[in-house]
């Protein structure tokens, strides 16, 4: 079975600076889906960025970023500029690439943005 | 846009009591799921759907069953609620796992069931 770990609870980040949040993960398989989901207070939670495993550039959006490390099996996100609305749960999440949707979430890190 | 909406944002129950947890999406999506989200624990699969009267079992499905009687709407059962299964529950849906762009699974806004 697939494990999704994120080894830091809490993490805080100045308004503008960077900030890198972990996750590992662990499979024998070689296709799948990495994710990073985002679940603002008393919000729902949306997708942030995903990683296919077979590409080896890493994914992009505006200000959020990933670093995959296939081999390491490891799925960083940087947000970059920081904003108060980036205050939030973030959860890595696994997936396979056939079968059934089944996605594994890890244990989820909460992000403080200090004005 | 998608929603996924669900019956209750807030729910108080007592032990014992069966309880229904009511989810719809307007999205024809073909697959929706029920998790458990609890603190330093992440959200765990209890039930997914992959079609009309299609039902899986995830992780946590102890203690749950669910209905899925037409498309759009997915329930979660609590048959006899107990206080251990006090949470927060998210139903979540994405399009046909065959589809390549079914990566993404959209959530609900999240129930907060307290039984006392």
């Known amino acids: 079975a697939q494990t999704v770990t994120q080894s830091q609870p809490e993490m805080s980040v100045q308004e503008a600076e960077t900030v890198t949040l972990s996750c590992t993960y662990d499979?024998?398989?070689?296709?799948?889906?990495l994710f990073w989901y985002k679940q603002p207070p008393s919000r729902q939670m949306i997708l942030v960025i995903r990683?296919?495993?077979?590409?080896?550039q890493n994914a992009t959006e505006n200000r959020f970023s990933v670093n995959f490390q296939k081999a390491a099996k490891s799925f960083s996100l940087k947000i970059s500029d920081s904003q108060l609305g980036d205050a939030a749960m973030y959860f890595c999440?696994?997936?396979?690439?056939?079968?059934?949707?089944?996605?594994?979430f890890g244990t989820g890190t909460k992000l403080q943005v200090i004005p | 846009d998608v929603k996924v909406t669900q019956s209750s944002r807030y729910l108080v129950k007592r032990t014992g009591e069966k309880v229904f947890l009511e989810c719809v999406q307007d999205?024809?999506?073909?697959?929706m799921f029920w998790y458990r989200q609890d603190p330093g624990l992440g959200l765990r699969l209890i039930y997914f759907?992959?079609?009309?009267?299609?039902?899986e079992k995830g992780d946590i499905p102890e203690g749950y069953s669910v209905s899925r009687e037409k498309k759009e709407r997915f329930s979660l059962i609590l048959e006899s609620a107990s206080t251990n299964q006090t949470s927060m529950y998210l139903c979540?849906?994405?399009?046909?796992?065959?589809?390549?762009?079914?990566?993404?699974?959209?959530f609900g806004p999240g129930t907060r069931l307290t039984v006392t």
């Open positions: 979540a849906s994405s399009s046909h796992f065959r589809d390549r762009r079914s990566y993404e699974q959209y």
């Open positions: 499979t024998s398989e070689s296709d799948y889906y």
């Open positions: 990683q296919e495993a077979y590409k080896q």
């Open positions: 999440a696994y997936r396979s690439d056939g079968g059934y949707q089944k996605v594994t």
């Open positions: 999205m024809d999506h073909e697959n």
């Open positions: 759907s992959y079609d009309v009267k299609m039902k």
